[in-house]
């Protein structure tokens, strides 16, 4: 067989600019640099300073050394702060972490939907430490060595950073992770472990391991001796169950007024204090009066529904996962309120749901990063009086807006929520109201 001869492709060197001056942020937190070659996004750079840097790839680069240092840059305070893919913000200080954040949803909200906030008030804050009430953690068990690993992803990997501890996460959660890392390397499940989830919930801890099958005999007997001994309760999911393999009080989390139960795969808010400022800022803004028919929308487990109906308002919740509807229920049931709740899909059409044929006053929307695209066209051939949308993604936060203010509503004010200090995520809540 002929052989052709093929020259092989040398590495190039990465380029290495100096003396590269930062002059902002983009809405990841990244350093922005504007080079010969085009502009460059640089983890860990800040506003002022002078750096040096490593291109990686199109846009991106990686800091090597900062030359003049920012007065807005501290010492992170994480161990890990390097190799951890969670929190990205530490090197800046918490008072312009929160700046940066509403600069970049107003930022966002003039380009996307050519909408301005009247007014901005100071944003919501909490504590910037041990903040955390839920955490998952990554594991990996190499069999062939025999070695286990659980921490979280480095950044734009798939590698896992051993930690033993998180300076985000609450205390009580901590406290588990050096034990689970002794723990779980013995059992028979480690084979099978996606991950491990700690969550604190207002009167019990949970560790939740997702698993593909049920744990034998001698893992649930160990894994009880675990939880008796720290006073937890243990869950596994499978495919086929989720259940306590321990005994577990109720599990639940405090909204203003009222206690909601959940399963431990419900989602709710990470910040520890921040979950119910929130809440009271949205009962704020909509201004119950006794006649108010408010429409919910993304309702889960009734997090601000029980508020608004224990304020007097007549609540319609509409949420999209069927297990969640039913929860919301038995809250409403427990808190002996009467709350109207419907499992639908809010992005198709509404013409045949019969709650959407009542006239709302007031509406409020909490949905997920991808927002309400179709829901929110509904909400605007209705013309309520007041819209509270909470948001944890600006991009589709600000093409909905654009929607609304098409529809003749005006934002009057916008709060950006600090529920993830040291990090570059960011939730904002805001109110529209009708011309």
Not at 100 to 122: D, R
Not at 207 to 212: A, E, M, N
Not at 236 to 259: F, H, I, K, M, W
């Amino acid at each position: 067989m002929a052989q052709f001869y093929k020259p092989q492709l040398r590495a190039t060197k990465p380029q290495r600019l100096t003396e590269q001056q930062v002059v902002g942020l983009d809405h990841q937190g990244r350093g922005i640099i504007r080079t010969a070659t085009g502009v460059r996004f640089v983890p860990g750079a800040l506003p002022t300073e002078r750096v040096t840097i490593t291109v990686q790839g199109k846009h991106d680069a990686q800091l090597e050394r900062v030359q003049t240092t920012s007065k807005q840059r501290v010492t992170p305070l994480c161990a890990f702060y390097e190799q951890c893919g969670g929190c990205d913000l530490q090197h800046l200080a918490l008072s312009a972490q929160r700046e940066h954040k509403q600069q970049v949803v107003a930022e966002i909200l003039a380009k996307f939907g050519q909408v301005e906030a009247q007014q901005w008030l100071e944003p919501l804050a909490g504590d910037a430490w041990h903040y955390r009430r839920r955490a998952r953690l990554a594991v990996h068990y190499d069999a062939k060595r025999q070695q286990f690993k659980m921490g979280f992803r480095a950044p734009k990997s798939k590698r896992i950073t051993v930690i033993d501890a998180c300076v985000v996460l609450a205390e009580n959660l901590n406290r588990l992770i050096p034990p689970l890392q002794l723990l779980l390397p013995q059992l028979e499940l480690v084979k099978q472990l996606g991950h491990v989830e700690l969550i604190e919930f207002e009167h019990q801890v949970v560790v939740l391991l997702r698993l593909r099958e049920w744990p034998n005999e001698s893992d649930q007997k160990q894994l009880q001796q675990f939880a008796a001994h720290y006073e937890v309760a243990v869950w596994c999911d499978t495919e086929q169950q989720l259940a306590p393999l321990t005994a577990s009080n109720p599990l639940s989390y405090r909204t203003v007024g009222a206690s909601i139960n959940c399963s431990p795969t419900n989602f709710m808010q990470a910040h520890r204090q921040l979950s119910e400022k929130m809440v009271e800022q949205a009962l704020t803004w909509l201004d119950i009066q006794p006649n108010d028919k408010i429409l919910e929308l993304y309702a889960g487990s009734g997090n601000f529904s029980l508020p608004m109906a224990l304020a007097g308002a007549q609540v319609t919740a509409i949420e999209g996962v069927a297990s969640m509807v039913e929860q919301l229920k038995a809250n409403a049931h427990n808190a002996q309120l009467s709350i109207a709740a419907f499992c639908t899909d809010l992005e198709q059409p509404w013409s045949r749901q019969a709650w959407s044929q009542e006239q709302f006053t007031k509406v409020l929307l909490d949905p997920a990063r991808a927002g309400a695209p179709q829901a929110i066209k509904e909400v605007a051939t209705r013309q309520p009086q007041k819209i509270v949308y909470v948001s944890c993604a600006p991009d589709t936060l600000a093409r909905d807006a654009k929607v609304l203010k098409d529809n003749g509503y005006t934002l009057k004010q916008a709060q950006v929520v600090d529920m993830f200090p040291q990090t570059h995520h960011i939730e904002v809540i805001t109110l529209f109201e009708r011309e």
